[in-house]
């Protein structure tokens, strides 16, 4: 017997099940001595497998106790492998399982330890015969249980979408920093809802993390911080970087209830973010402003992408470029010879040695150490040039960039129009005879291939698209607000240590500020911002 939920009632209660199958039991047992074992579960049977990658696809046999997540099933299959009994009784096919593959390594492990199943519901029962009809009858019903729980999976989503969308909570624990407010439920009386509604002490933890982050703390050490703030709230919950890392990424805090965050039992992994589905943003849930949680965002981002891009060793890593043949320098640690160094690694360029680091890390603080204001006033030559170095090299970089995007855009006009050729030359052969096409079955599949390879080629040409025309998009600032940024640098890495945090926090200002710093043979930094 299996229900999903304790409320479950009709025709699929537990009470009901159970009777049917002693009915059958008395019925087509008459001559046995029976012995029942019951196999009472209460959960969904749509739970996939837990697919192992290291299991073969179509092994002789399954562990079952690796693959399922039920524990009654798991159970009744032990049972069976022990020879417990000869014969399994159950109420109907969607009661044993929804799911295809499950219900296929069920089978195959009964039928391993040589034990019957029969079906009970009276619409069932034509199953349970040995002729060849009753196999494809058997198919047929688990395939229904099988769109039957898709179509109830879609029905609850639907749902949880209509609630998400007018911001009421769609069950379980509220996120951390907030609490449950009941709501009168209009549509089902004998059904509570609830809102989210700001637990202010929490609301404190949850701001201190978006701070520590953003001013470069890792999770290991925010943990740390916040042990020390000594609070109740900070007891009830287990920290660990997991959980940091969910309340960085729940948009909740800046405003925005999400649903769809996970695809549930069947696909549980975390959806992207363009798959969330947002309730209008609600002033009253909004526990950090919008500029930290989009600060918030592009450090996880940055640190997604690369573990170590913030606690490198390597200062200038991924901002300095070659003067001469404008390319990234690369790293390199070469050990006791000499150390930590900088290289172009344009083996045509010949123009930069590799530089070590700890000299180029020392030029660039020289560039930086000058008195902003006395130079405004006292050699406005020296001023003029520093400006002048990054307006030449903006207009350049700017010019690159319209003719990379011209020879994409020109690439990706080509691409669209060879798609749409080859999807008419499809609806032509799809309206012709199976002769023609049978004819023409090798050209259509050589048609259908390209269109795939095309549809590859076409979205990878729009992502850098993208991406070119958010940096062309970047805009020229004026001398005024040139010299304040890099005052306004100065004045956060002035206070700086040599700690792990400290250097993490001058990766960030650093990515933050500067575009480019382009270097030459004589050491010479040219300064491009953002």
């Not at 951390?176 to 637990?199: D, E, R």
């Not at 790293?331 to 180029?360: D, E, R």
Request: charged fraction near 25%; glycine fraction near 4%.
């Amino acid at each position: 017997m299996r229900v999903s939920t304790d409320e479950q009632d009709g025709n699929n209660s537990k009470p009901n099940q159970l009777k049917v199958i002693d009915t059958y039991i008395s019925s087509n047992f008459t001559n046995f001595d029976v012995k029942t074992i019951i196999y009472d579960e209460t959960m969904s049977a749509s739970i996939p497998i837990q697919h192992n990658k290291n299991n073969e696809d179509y092994p002789e046999k399954y562990n079952f106790r690796q693959l399922l997540n039920r524990p009654e099933l798991i159970r009744m299959l032990s049972d069976a492998e022990l020879n417990k009994f000869t014969d399994i009784c159950v109420y109907s096919h969607d009661r044993l399982s929804r799911d295809e593959f499950q219900t296929f390594i069920i089978l195959t492990t009964l039928k391993l330890f040589k034990v019957k199943i029969h079906y009970c519901c009276p619409t069932e029962q034509s199953t349970n015969s040995p002729e060849k009809g009753s196999k494809f009858l058997d198919y047929m019903f688990s395939c229904f249980a099988n769109i039957e729980a898709f179509k109830i999976s879609t029905r609850v989503t639907e749902g949880c979408e209509i609630n998400a969308r007018n911001g009421i909570w769609g069950g379980g624990k509220p996120p951390f920093g907030y609490t449950l407010q009941q709501i009168p439920n209009t549509k089902k009386k004998n059904k509570s809802q609830s809102k989210l509604k700001v637990c202010y002490q929490e609301a404190f933890i949850v701001n201190k993390i978006f701070y520590l982050y953003t001013t470069g703390y890792i999770p290991s050490e925010i943990i740390a911080e916040i042990k020390n703030l000594k609070l109740n709230s900070i007891y009830s919950r287990k920290w660990s970087t997991d959980a940091i890392l969910s309340i960085l990424r729940n948009p909740v805090y800046k405003g925005f209830q999400a649903y769809n965050k996970r695809g549930g039992k069947r696909k549980p992994n975390r959806n992207s973010e363009d798959k969330f589905i947002y309730a209008d943003y609600n002033e009253d849930w909004a526990i950090i402003s919008q500029d930290i949680w989009d600060k918030a965002k592009q450090i996880r981002l940055q640190r997604e992408a690369s573990t170590t891009i913030h606690s490198t060793n390597f200062l200038l890593r991924d901002v300095l470029k070659c003067e001469h043949c404008n390319t990234v320098l690369e790293t390199k640690n070469n050990g006791n010879a000499t150390g930590n160094v900088y290289f172009c690694p344009n083996k045509s360029c010949k123009k930069i040695k590799p530089l070590k680091a700890n000299i180029l890390h020392n030029s660039f603080f020289k560039l930086l150490d000058i008195d902003i204001t006395g130079l405004i006033n006292s050699n406005k030559n020296k001023y003029n040039e520093l400006f002048d170095n990054y307006v030449n090299l903006f207009t350049s970089k700017n010019k690159s960039l319209k003719t990379e995007i011209d020879i994409i855009n020109n690439s990706l006009n080509e691409k669209n129009l060879l798609y749409n050729q080859g999807i008419e030359k499809l609806k032509y052969f799809n309206a012709q005879n199976l002769q023609i096409k049978t004819k023409n079955a090798f050209l259509i599949t050589a048609i259908n291939n390209r269109l795939v390879s095309l549809k590859s080629d076409i979205e990878i040409l729009r992502a850098e698209l993208d991406v070119k025309q958010k940096n062309a998009n970047s805009v020229l600032i004026n001398k005024t607000s040139f010299i304040n940024k890099i005052l306004s640098f100065n004045n956060f890495i002035l206070d700086l240590d040599d700690s792990p945090h400290a250097k993490r926090l001058f990766r960030m200002l650093l990515l933050d500020t500067f575009d480019s710093l382009y270097i030459n043979e004589n050491l010479e930094i040219t300064i491009v911002l953002k």
